[in-house]
């Protein structure tokens, strides 16, 4: 697999986390599935090779859109390729794409939105001219013209939301809910409505998410020596919650995360 990562237009690096994509040099011969973990994102994914599937029950595949918005997901999910490999993709910030539409991303959390539904058709006219392009250079800039359409008309998300989204992020997860309602003047309630609104998860789930993402990064880089180690620099307060908390987002304990063949997966989650 072919993986690069491009940055967006400083003008949409407050929405916009970063432009990615994945090709395949041949068609996958008999695919295996692939695990995507939760990382707090949404994402607006193309195919302009083949088509995947994500699996929805046992022995029971969907096939995703070729175009659609890619809804936050609460626990890990499987997809195969159906043939060679091509997609570009937007990946939002947590509460980014709440700046394009007017839409309660409640509403598609765990769902694949094509864009003619999401967008109307003005995304299924981006959809067309993104699919023909010839290189990522093109989708870029394609894509960044409609988002700045789309912002002039539409403008930022709420000012308490991303403030919470941007404390979560710089703790690493590690952050009282509570404390962060009253620093805003909020209620928590009224907090949390507003986020799961913009974002599409209450903040203490993408708090967890956060927290889960930044122990993939310490695994990356082998940033520990135990498992111990890796809950307690994690923030996890001991190695019972790590373990049960990266059971539920990747259905494998640590141990066999590190023997799984991940490749993918890593293209999707980590940041």
Known sequence: MNYQRYTPHPLLAPYVQCYWSVESMDTCVNPSKERIFPDGC?????????????????????????????GQIKGFMEISATGKVGIFSVRFHPDGLSAFARHDLQDITGENIDVKDFWGGDGDVLADRILNAACNRQRISLVEQFLFRRLSGFGQAAGAVAHCVQAISLSNGNVNIDGLAAKLNVGRRHLERKFASNVGLSPKLLARIVRFQHILTLIEHRRFDKLTTLAYEGGFYDQAHFIKDFKIFTGLNPKQYFSENLALAKFFSLT
Request: glycine share 4%; proline share 7%.
């Open 42 to 70: 949404t994402e607006l994914i193309f195919h302009y090779g083949e088509l995947f599937t994500k699996s929805a029950f046992p022995d029971v595949s969907i096939v995703q859109p070729r175009s659609f918005i890619h």
